[in-house]
Each structure stands twice: as C-alpha cells, then as structure tokens.
C-alpha cells in the first residue's frame, strides 16, 4: 500500500473501520447511532475495536492516525455524528444500517432489491432516522443505508438517496409489506423499486428508459 495517496487511503481506513465498530458494536447487543444520540460514553469499548482493528489492519490504522492524529480525535469525529448522520458525514460516501441477525452481504444478493427514496439534503438527516429506526427495529428490510454530505463524483444532482433493501424481489407482498410501512413513516410520495440485477448491469434511469420494477 506504500505507493497508494495517503488521503484516499485514510477514507477507506475510515469506512472499514466504522464497519467494524458498527459490527463489533452490534455483536456485543449495542448499536452505534444510539450511543452516540444518546451521548453515552463509550470510548473504552471503541478504543478496545480500534486497538483489534490496528492489529488486524496496521496500515490502515496508521493512515487513520496520520490523518486524525489519535484514536481520541476519531472517537470525538464520531460522537459528532461522522457515520451516524448524513448530514454531518464527509469521510465516506454512505452509511449502512443492517437489520437484527442479518449478513451484511445480503444486499449483494442477485435476488434483493430497493425502494429509493431522493430526497434534498436538508430534508435526508431527519428521513434517515426513521428509515434508520425503523430496520433497526426490523420493520422493513434487511438493511438500508444513505448516501452522506461527502460529495460523489458519481452524483448526477445534488440530491441525496436512501436505499431500503428487501431480500427477494419476487417476494411481492414482503415488498410491498415494506413499502406501506414506509407510507407508515411519512413517505408518501411515490417512489421505485429497482432489483439488483439491473444495478449490477450498470443500468440507470434516464429518459425513455425505466429500470424500477415496482413502482408504488
């Protein structure tokens, strides 16, 4: 990894390790988002996952720690809401909020699928919480996750996205199970869903040219 730019190096340090905090947390019966909403201090367990994770990723560790200066600056970035809230998130592209009991490579499944929700940026901090609240509770799919203030050089528009990920699109009443309970939380509007088979073929909407498959 010597020849890699530090700076690129340290945000993807930083996405791989708010994933293992977000996992390790989990494993032990906690949640990351209400720890830090909550503003219970939690430093003595995170430092415990940052010391593991130096252990398993030294390079990775070292890029954080060239570019935050301590793992304290990195817990306080945290506290701050970096990888809880959107809005307030610059060092990754998206935040991920897996549902009880589930793999996170679910999502990866040819047979899952999203409802998408856009939405402008200073409405997706607030829309997040409940989308967030709600899979955390397992009422809706197997996982969600929310694109961040951190600007992508993929975005068409400045619009931010939320992603509700069901398991089986062919599983129509789960699907639309969910979406009603969406409808239950405030979104109304009408919104699609696309399968992950037409993600992993690189198609996208544009005009004269629909990829969603429910449309609800």
């Known amino acids: ?17 708010e994933h293992t905090l977000n996992k390790d947390l989990r494993d032990s ?5 209400e720890l830090v909403e909550n503003n219970n201090d939690f430093f003595e367990t995170f430092n415990t996952i940052f010391t593991r994770f130096s252990v398993d990723y030294p390079q990775l560790a070292d890029a954080l720690i060239t570019k935050f200066g301590s793992p304290d600056t990195i817990y306080r ?26 793999s996170p490579d679910a999502i990866q499944d040819e047979l899952a699928g999203k409802w998408l929700i856009f939405l402008p940026p200073e409405d997706v ?18 996982s969600a996750k929310v694109s961040t203030a951190k600007p992508n050089p993929d975005s068409r528009d400045n619009m ?21 309970r969406l409808r239950e939380l405030g979104f109304t509007d009408r919104i699609g869903y696309k399968r992950n ?7 996208y ?4 040219k629909r990829v969603t498959f429910y449309s609800a």
């Open 1 to 17: 990894m010597s020849d890699v730019e530090p700076e690129p190096l340290a945000d993807v340090a930083y996405g791989l390790f």
């Open 77 to 102: 970035h945290i506290k701050d809401g970096e990888g809880v809230i959107p809005g307030k998130t610059t060092k990754m592209y998206w935040i991920v909020q897996d549902a009880p009991d589930i």
């Open 160 to 180: 931010k996205v939320i992603y509700i990920y069901t398991p089986d699109w062919r599983d129509e009443d789960d699907v639309m199970r969910v979406r009603e």
């Open 125 to 142: 901090d607030d829309a997040w919480r409940k989308v967030r609240n709600a899979t955390w509770k397992n009422e809706l799919g197997i």
């Open 205 to 208: 909407s544009q005009k004269g």
């Open 29 to 33: 019966g906690a949640c990351l988002f």
């Open 197 to 203: 088979i037409e993600t992993f073929k690189g198609e």
